[in-house]
């Protein structure tokens, strides 16, 4: 009862003080209430900036709030100078005003996605806005969605249709621009687009209506209250004091409203918007945006972006395009705009002040109800979730052109799908202008890849994002910076590389037409370690016309590129998670080597260490000092398991593991033994001796590399190739051919390789051609050191001469330490020396004991010099080298022992000699033709020792002595081709007799002395030349 006793004073206590409280509602609602409207400065500028019809400026006239701001608003984009001075923005630029109140996009005005959002920046960044057109049995259509529009055959017959300028009350009316083309916004307009989720129509009416009704029912209110309940605060009961307030508020309200209509209006009106609408129906095309990162605008970074259309459950039924279409007349309806809000406000103000309080709550209570109506017009916006690129964006910089294409042909992407070139190719047969068929995929399952689709997409997207740069002005393209697209340079040095190789090695006369050039690509959709394989057509077009230069498609090429690099960058086994939790590639990581020669070996090869040999054709001598930075492994193939780079079997997080690259020079040797085939019995894996190069370059080059050695290798055949030359380089043997030279230094010059990544591909893709054989190989390299020792470079020559005896003794001795390191497998250096190898074959003991002959006729020529002491020294040495270091070989072989005998027996007489004045051969010429020469007497003794001693007091110019004369054929006749070649090159007549009248091409026809018979034939030797007999060299040889 107490309680009910308190409530009851409580209340007539309260009617007892209504008038107190009265006038704190007053004071709270009158002075607190129309001074919040004035606020909301994030709230009106977020409205404004998104409003486009007049439904929205109604909506945002009616309990209006951030009257402030409407004001700075709308003198900022629309007033005049004065005015933009009275509120401090006479200096600001348009592009900041447009940037945070216009819906619209320009030259220097942009939208971003961000992390979930979109920003509006100022700036040119690179985004996408693109349709993308299914055509069944035909190529699909890819295109900037604005150019596409522009066209106007299929705007006004295909599936969007263009919407008519809309005007209040009126509706949408035609649109009489004097103008060819519809004038789109030249950046897309994200917020309009795909930031916020248009509500249907209906609604913004029924919002627009309801604030309409809330707004009339408090003017209402106001003069309900005043006039027939009270509400006013004067008690003098006059009418003026009775309508001054209502009046004032009525009054002030309308005209408030009417401005802040006026200011949306005219903010919004700066813009013009061009809609499309899509006609109902099942979607034909698809609208997706692409945004390349990261992208550093002003201070802002922005990664990569990704939308596509939900076409199946919410298509866009709209498409706007906002730009900006500032009208001068809006200057001066700022002017009434922002006075009409001004004075309305005041009005509406003084007005609230004379009344009670309930009319200033209920207005405050509109104006909150009316901003919760605006907030929830546009509260459904693009969520955290709809960047399909979100979890990657360090992954997928620089190849979201390749991702979008592997995503639009095969629906998938990341991790799943592989686009590689294997580096096998089809073989050009002449003529070489027809182009060869496109072989059909190989599939070891039934879901085919489209392999034309997906490259038809992806040079789509090169063309679009201007990889031309000759139509950058063309609206049919946006030129993206090149560092956006990661293969786009590398693509464009690619062709300009390979257009170089042809310029200037291509024989001219093999070519009468295009070159269609067919590179095997493998590819897989995500079915495990199934794929398919297929032959596509790079072509290649010589000069003709207008077209001075030979030409390749560059976008195709970085098609063929970018979809590689993607496929390897998002291999699910290189997949890693960084701090943020974002996926990342391990990639970078991945040590490469190029594989530069190679050599099939069997199994049991390795079994016994005393058969650990490189083949002679050791490429290593084309690196010159170089050589030592090259890796020597041996690997396994199985049948039908080239290991090109579409797949990572090892973990890269190891520091010695590599992947291979340069698959292309062993396709031609593996192709029979490693494609499966009923008819081919061979099942068991290939073993390889291979040549590795390590590579520092990037990741992409590599991939280039790879892809010009796959598109220049059909192309060998008509290739000029120059003479293959040995050298001496800095204390190693080089080899060097013009063609070889010219290639690397296209690809340096290319940007495309370093020098040495640059002759490794070289090597890789001539070497097999133009690397002589082992005896031309010999043969060449010793009448190098020969013309090194008669330039008086004797240190060069005597490089090459011991490396090519090191070379036959130890064949094996490089790649058996580095498997010893490798593998572990203990090799001593004794075994190293295959003494079995070179005993046990006649080709191979001759070519050694060729070459070792020809390294001591080196040293017995400087020798020869004994005036000279350093020569004399020298040739010294080097005979105890010889002595030394085949002393073992010359146990087990007499031919070794003979050879190393004479030059010993040399070198002990020029050791004990101290005057050879008294030498015959010194004597002048009046001793007397009757006296043999000792050289001559020597050589019919067939005494060699003494031979080779006396060939070191002889000259140039001896041999035209008559008691000379003899030397050469008797030298012929004995086959002592190092004696025949030290006389012919002292000048020595090749067609001098002996007594009985026989040249040396007589003795060798008679003896068999073919190589020697050879010789002198290709030097013009007469073969018709008779002796005392009467006898030519030809009947000689027949008898």
């Not at 200011?263 to 918007?273: D, Y």
């Not at 129906?281 to 002003?298: D, E, Y």
């Not at 973990?651 to 590599?658: C, Q, S």
């Not at 010789?1015 to 007999?1029: K, P, T």
């Amino acid at each position: 009862m107490k309680y009910w006793l308190l409530l009851f004073f409580a209340l007539v206590a309260t009617h007892a003080a209504a008038d107190d409280l009265s006038d704190f509602s007053n004071d709270l609602a009158t002075d607190v209430g129309p001074l919040l409207v004035l606020f909301g400065e994030s709230m009106t500028r977020q409205y404004l900036s998104e409003s486009t019809s007049f439904l929205d400026y109604l909506i945002f006239a009616m309990a209006p709030i951030g009257i402030l701001t409407a004001i700075t608003s709308v003198i900022r984009v629309c007033g005049h100078s004065t005015l933009r001075a009275f509120i401090g923005r006479s200096q600001e630029g348009d592009g900041v005003v447009e940037a945070e109140l216009c819906t619209s996009t320009s030259r220097d005005v942009c939208e971003l996605f961000n992390k979930g959002g979109i920003t509006r920046v100022l700036g040119r960044p690179q985004i996408l806005e693109l349709i993308h057109i299914k055509n069944p049995g035909r190529e699909d259509e890819l295109h900037l969605f604005r150019h596409l529009l522009e066209r106007t055959k299929y705007s006004m017959t295909e599936e969007w249709i263009k919407d008519e300028r809309y005007i209040p009350v009126i509706g949408y009316v035609s649109d009489h621009s004097s103008s060819k083309h519809t004038q789109f916004a030249p950046m897309p307009n994200l917020s309009l687009n795909v930031g916020i989720k248009r509500r249907p129509r209906w609604v913004f009416v029924a919002i627009a209506l309801l604030g309409f009704i809330l707004q009339g029912g408090v003017l209402t209110l106001a003069g309900v209250g005043v006039w027939m309940l009270g509400w006013n605060l004067s008690d003098s009961g006059s009418s003026a004091s009775k309508n001054y307030a209502p009046i004032m508020f009525i009054t002030g309200t309308i005209v408030m409203c009417g401005g802040m209509f006026s200011c949306a209006a005219l903010i919004g009106q700066t813009t013009r918007e061009v809609r499309y609408s899509r006609e109902p129906g099942t979607p034909r095309s698809r609208l997706l945006w692409l945004q390349p990162g990261p992208q550093v605008i002003g201070d802002q970074s922005f990664d990569a972006f990704a939308h596509f259309e939900n076409i199946e459950d919410e298509p866009l039924p709209v498409w706007t395009s906002s730009r900006k279409d500032f009208n001068e007349r809006f200057e001066l309806y700022t002017f009434f705009a922002v006075t009409a809000v001004l004075l309305g406000y005041i009005s509406q103000f003084i007005g609230l002040r004379g009344m009670k309080a309930w009319v200033s709550l209920a207005q405050l209570g509109i104006t909150i109800i009316m901003s919760i109506f605006r907030g929830l017009l546009r509260v459904q916006r693009l969520g955290r979730d709809a960047n399909k690129l979100g979890k990657m964006p360090d992954m997928i910089a620089g190849h979201e052109l390749d991702w979008i294409a592997f995503e639009l042909a095969l629906g998938n992407s990341i991790g799943d799908t592989s686009f590689c070139f294997t580096g096998n190719y089809n073989k050009l047969d002449p003529p070489y202008s027809v182009s060869i068929p496109e072989s059909a995929a190989t599939s070891l399952y039934e879901n085919q890849i489209d392999f034309e689709k997906v490259l038809q997409i992806r040079k789509r997207l090169s063309y679009l994002t201007g990889h031309d740069p000759t139509r950058a002005n063309n609206k049919e393209v946006q030129q993206w910076e090149r560092s956006q697209i990661k293969a786009r340079e590398p693509a464009q040095r690619l062709a300009a590389a390979i257009c170089k190789v042809a310029e200037k090695l291509i024989r001219k006369k093999t070519i009468k037409g295009k070159i269609t050039i067919q590179v095997e690509i493998r590819a897989s959709a995500g079915n495990g370690d199934k794929h398919e394989e297929k032959m596509i057509d790079v072509v290649l077009t010589p000069p003709s016309g207008s077209q001075t230069k030979w030409y390749v498609d560059s976008s195709r090429l970085e098609a063929i590129l970018g979809l590689s690099m993607w496929s390897l960058v998002s291999a699910k086994d290189l997949h890693d998670v960084d701090q943020t939790g974002n996926t990342i590639s391990l990639f970078e990581n991945v040590q490469w080597r190029r594989l530069v020669y190679y050599t099939l070996v069997d199994e049991q090869h390795f079994a016994d260490p005393s058969t650990y040999a490189e083949p002679w054709s050791d490429v290593s001598i084309w690196f010159g000092p170089d050589a030592g930075r090259l890796y020597h492994d041996r690997i396994r193939i199985e049948t039908n398991s080239i290991n090109v780079p579409t797949r990572f079997l090892m973990n890269p997080r190891i520091p010695f593991w590599y992947q291979i690259c340069g698959w292309n020079t062993v396709y031609d040797s593996l192709q029979s033994k490693l494609v499966l085939d009923p008819a081919n019995s061979y099942t068991d894996a290939t073993t390889l001796m291979v040549a590795l190069a390590p590579t520092e370059d990037s990741r992409l080059q590599i991939c280039a590399q790879d892809l010009f050695l796959a598109i220049i290798s059909p192309l060998l055949d008509i290739l000029v190739t120059g003479e293959t030359e040995i050298l001496e380089s800095d204390g190693h043997v080089l080899l060097q051919n013009s063609t070889v030279t010219a290639v690397s230094d296209i690809l340096v010059e290319s940007n495309l390789a370093t020098r040495f990544e640059a002759l490794s591909c070289a090597v890789s893709l001539l070497s097999a051609r133009i690397q002589p054989d082992q005896d031309t190989f010999l043969s060449d390299l010793t009448e190098t050191a020969n013309t090194y020792r008669r330039s008086a470079e004797w240190e060069r020559g005597e490089t090459l001469m011991r490396w090519a005896c090191s070379k036959l003794l130890k064949p094996g001795y490089k790649v058996a330490v580095e498997l010893f390191y490798q593998y572990g497998q203990g090799i001593l250096e004794e075994e190293l020396i295959n003494y079995d190898a070179i005993l046990s074959s006649t080709d191979s003991l001759n070519r050694f004991l060729r070459v070792l002959q020809a390294t001591g006729e080196f040293y017995r020529w400087s020798c020869a010099q004994r005036s000279n002491k350093g020569r004399l020294e020298f040739g010294l040495e080097g005979i105890e080298w010889m002595l030394t270091t085949f002393d073992e070989l010359s146990t087990r072989s007499p031919e070794v022992r003979e050879i190393l005998n004479n030059y010993e027996h040399v070198a002990n007489l020029m050791k004990s000699s101290d005057s050879s004045d008294w030498l015959p051969q010194n004597l002048p010429e009046s001793v007397g033709t009757a006296n043999q020469h000792p050289l001559v007497e020597a050589i019919r003794d067939d005494d060699r020792k003494m031979t080779l001693w006396h060939l070191c007091f002889t000259a140039t110019g001896d041999f035209d002595r008559h008691q000379l004369h003899p030397a050469l054929p008797l030298a012929a006749r004995n086959g002592w081709s190092e004696v025949v070649n030290a006389i012919l090159e002292m000048n020595g007549d090749l067609d001098c007799k002996d007594v009985d009248g026989r040249t040396a091409i007589s003795y060798c026809a008679e003896h068999g002395h073919l190589s020697l018979l050879q010789h002198f034939v290709s030097l013009g030797a007469s073969i018709n030349s008779e002796d005392n007999d009467g006898r030519t060299p030809i009947l000689y040889a027949v008898k």
